[in-house]
């Protein structure tokens, strides 16, 4: 009996401890050894543009099948957003391979799609290969039907597709799962949704198995902040507590992208407008939904004529022992992709 006591005592002692390290703030040198990990102080240049120098691109999320590289990216041209696919061999050299949402005619979504993949491997310096559900690949997109930037009443679609690799058009669910008229829409997003990014939690530490990081402004609060949702199903959401999970109440928070690196869970994230510029930083968590915002120097900033005007919108890999930091550059050539990496590689 009293080693039967003992045993439950051990258990909940580890229990408790467990919980407690899950809730706290991640230490400052924990932070300091994650940014010597991801750092990426040596700016390849651009890696991609599109052939057609008026349309804008943006927001990569890369990923690997079949042993090769694949991104998806999203493209402006006045009209609104559509969702692209390319590919590359080595992460540096990027071939264009066709359109994977395209505009339509009397949808919610009519013209704005833009995409991004979810259920991408999120372990640090794992194989970035991307998770069925269903027999599916999945992601989610900013949609609307007005016409311009991001334009009009903006919501999170649904897409799937079985065919990951290759250019054809993704299977849309009919209605957006999450808007900023919900009746459940809290202060901070009343206004706006704007770009989501979708995990796996396998631990099921939020208590669901699908989690989903989105930016999002409120009437009231006129900045950008990180807000989240849960789901068991990739359709049904749930908000996730009453405030955002990162805010900086002005300027803009936004456009997340999770790392796992050990038992840390990495946002990367830009900043904008509450100091000079767009710029990119991270935070950390151990349970997903209680953050520690890096206090630190930028990852990246604008220092080239290329990015000049803007460096943001991370994705972020480790691949055989070197760091890619694909972002969204803005400056003298467009709106382009760039990449920063963790070693000179331009010889």
Same mark, same amino acid.
Request: hydrophobic share 35%; glycine share 8%.
């Given at each position: 009996?009293?080693?039967?006591?003992?045993?439950?005592?051990?258990?909940?002692?580890?229990?408790?401890?467990?919980?407690?390290?899950?809730?706290?703030?991640?230490?400052?040198?924990?932070?300091?050894?994650?940014?010597?990990?991801?750092?990426?102080?040596?700016?390849?240049?651009?890696?991609?543009?599109? !052939? =057609?120098?008026? +349309? *804008?691109?943006?927001? &990569?999320? /890369?990923?690997?099948? @079949?042993?090769?590289?694949?991104?998806?990216?999203?493209?402006?041209?006045?009209?609104?957003?559509?969702?692209?696919?390319?590919?590359?061999?080595?992460?540096?050299?990027?071939?264009?391979?066709?359109?994977?949402?395209?505009?339509?005619?009397?949808?919610?979504?009519?013209?704005?799609?833009?995409?991004?993949?979810?259920?991408?491997?999120?372990?640090?310096?794992?194989?970035?290969?991307?998770?069925?559900?269903?027999?599916?690949?999945?992601?989610?997109?900013?949609?609307?039907?007005?016409?311009?930037?991001?334009?009009?009443?903006?919501?999170?679609?649904?897409?799937?597709?079985?065919?990951?690799?290759?250019?054809?058009?993704?299977?849309?669910?009919?209605?957006?799962?999450?808007?900023?008229?919900?009746?459940?829409?809290?202060?901070?997003?009343?206004?706006?949704?704007?770009?989501?990014?979708?995990? !796996? =939690?396998?631990? +099921? *530490?939020?208590?669901? &198995?699908? /989690?989903?990081?989105? @930016?999002?402004?409120?009437?009231?609060?006129?900045?950008?902040?990180?807000?989240?949702?849960?789901?068991?199903?990739?359709?049904?959401?749930?908000?996730?507590?009453?405030?955002?999970?990162?805010?900086?109440?002005?300027?803009?928070?936004?456009?997340?992208?999770?790392?796992?690196?050990?038992?840390?869970?990495?946002?990367?994230?830009?900043?904008?407008?509450?100091?000079?510029?767009?710029?990119?930083?991270?935070?950390?968590?151990?349970?997903?939904?209680?953050?520690?915002?890096?206090?630190?120097?930028?990852?990246?900033?604008?220092?080239?004529?290329?990015?000049?005007?803007?460096?943001?919108?991370?994705?972020?890999?480790?691949?055989?022992?070197?760091?890619?930091?694909?972002?969204?550059?803005?400056?003298?050539?467009?709106?382009?992709?760039?990449?920063?990496?963790?070693?000179?590689?331009?010889?």
């Amino acid at each position: 009996m009293k080693n039967g006591l003992l045993l439950l005592f051990l258990i909940c002692c580890n229990l408790l401890v467990a919980q407690t390290k899950v809730d706290a703030p991640v230490p400052q040198e924990i932070m300091e050894k994650i940014y010597q990990e991801v750092k990426t102080p040596y700016k390849y240049g651009i890696v991609f543009k599109h !052939r =057609d120098s008026t +349309k *804008l691109i943006d927001s &990569p999320t /890369v990923f690997r099948k @079949n042993q090769r590289w694949y991104m998806t990216y999203i493209v402006f041209d006045g009209q609104g957003y559509e969702t692209w696919l390319a590919q590359s061999e080595d992460l540096l050299h990027w071939q264009e391979k066709g359109r994977i949402m395209s505009f339509t005619q009397n949808t919610w979504d009519a013209n704005q799609k833009a995409g991004y993949l979810a259920l991408v491997n999120t372990r640090w310096g794992g194989k970035y290969t991307v998770e069925k559900f269903q027999g599916k690949y999945w992601l989610s997109y900013l949609g609307g039907n007005s016409k311009g930037y991001e334009a009009g009443e903006l919501g999170v679609g649904i897409a799937h597709t079985q065919n990951l690799s290759t250019p054809v058009e993704w299977t849309r669910v009919a209605r957006p799962v999450l808007q900023s008229k919900d009746q459940d829409a809290r202060w901070f997003e009343n206004k706006v949704i704007y770009k989501s990014l979708i995990i !796996r =939690d396998d631990q +099921k *530490l939020t208590g669901h &198995p699908f /989690v989903m990081y989105y @930016n999002a402004k409120g009437d009231t609060a006129k900045y950008e902040s990180i807000g989240m949702a849960v789901s068991d199903d990739l359709l049904s959401w749930k908000r996730l507590g009453d405030n955002p999970i990162l805010t900086r109440y002005k300027g803009i928070c936004g456009d997340a992208q999770i790392a796992r690196i050990g038992d840390v869970y990495v946002l990367f994230y830009f900043g904008a407008f509450w100091k000079p510029g767009a710029f990119e930083r991270f935070a950390c968590s151990y349970d997903l939904v209680n953050w520690t915002d890096w206090n630190g120097a930028d990852l990246i900033s604008p220092s080239e004529t290329y990015d000049e005007t803007y460096a943001h919108k991370p994705w972020v890999i480790k691949w055989k022992g070197t760091v890619y930091h694909f972002y969204n550059a803005v400056g003298k050539q467009g709106r382009v992709l760039a990449l920063a990496t963790s070693k000179p590689l331009n010889g």
